[in-house]
């Protein structure tokens, strides 16, 4: 079966530093994976997803970048965190098209 | 633009009541929808979705939902929740083709269900 892991689960960063949250998927081949924002009372903001290795499409231009090194594998980035950026990020794989399923989720807060 | 909203964004019932939490999207082609569920301390998961064909569908733990196209809802119903159901619920879109399955959210909607 198919599972999802995110790290850390939970961090606390100062304005100006440097962000790098991993996710990474077992059990599956070539899936789409996705990285999502959730603030309070907002839902999920969808921020970056992937159809490949190298394959990054931004949905909201902002001061965090993605990549994907390897196939199962997505990284969530930013060179100097701002305190915005706090909230909780969630990543997804899908099958193509099919159902997302999410993985634990990050906890971040900036100070 | 394409959107998803719920309009009840935080629910209190006691045990044994009926639910039904609103969804309605905006777009005017193809819809995949869905709920997820996201329990205290728990992973985001899914109860149910829609893709065609019977636009009653059942989900897990005694969950429903209809998609209405005239009305593009999509609303999730139980007809005696528990104590257990307490959790945030989500309904989310992909609104038109395409092998990305970018999802569209909305705000959420918390349940608390009173014993």
């Known amino acids: 079966s198919q599972t999802i892991h995110q790290w850390p689960a939970t961090l606390v960063q100062p304005v100006g530093s440097p962000l790098s949250l991993e996710c990474t998927v077992e059990g599956t081949s070539n899936p789409n994976l996705y990285w999502y924002r959730q603030a309070a009372g907002r839902g999920l903001q969808l921020l970056f997803y992937s159809v490949g290795i190298g394959q990054i499409s931004s949905e909201v231009p902002q001061n965090l970048s993605a990549s994907r090194p390897q196939d199962r594998q997505f990284i969530l980035s930013s060179k100097k965190l701002l305190l915005s950026d706090s909230g909780f990020y969630l990543c997804?794989?899908?099958?193509?098209?099919?159902?997302?399923?999410f993985g634990p989720g990050t906890r971040l807060t900036v100070l | 633009a394409q959107s998803v909203s719920q309009h009840n964004h935080h629910v209190i019932l006691s045990e044994a009541a009926s639910l039904e939490l609103g969804c309605n999207y905006s777009y005017g082609g193809t819809v995949n929808l869905f709920w997820y569920v996201q329990y205290p301390g728990q992973h985001l998961q899914l109860l149910l979705k829609?893709?065609?064909?019977?636009?009653l569908v059942k989900g897990i733990k005694g969950f429903e939902a209809e998609f209405i196209k005239s009305k593009f809802s999509f609303n999730l119903r139980k007809p005696s929740v528990q104590w257990s159901d307490t959790a945030e619920y989500f309904c989310?879109?992909?609104?038109?083709?395409?092998?990305?399955?970018?999802?569209?959210f909305g705000q959420g909607t918390t349940l608390q269900v009173k014993p």
């Open positions: 829609y893709f065609s064909g019977d636009p």
């Open positions: 989310a879109g992909r609104l038109g083709s395409g092998n990305t399955g970018k999802l569209i």
């Open positions: 997804a794989w899908s099958y193509a098209a099919d159902t997302q399923y």
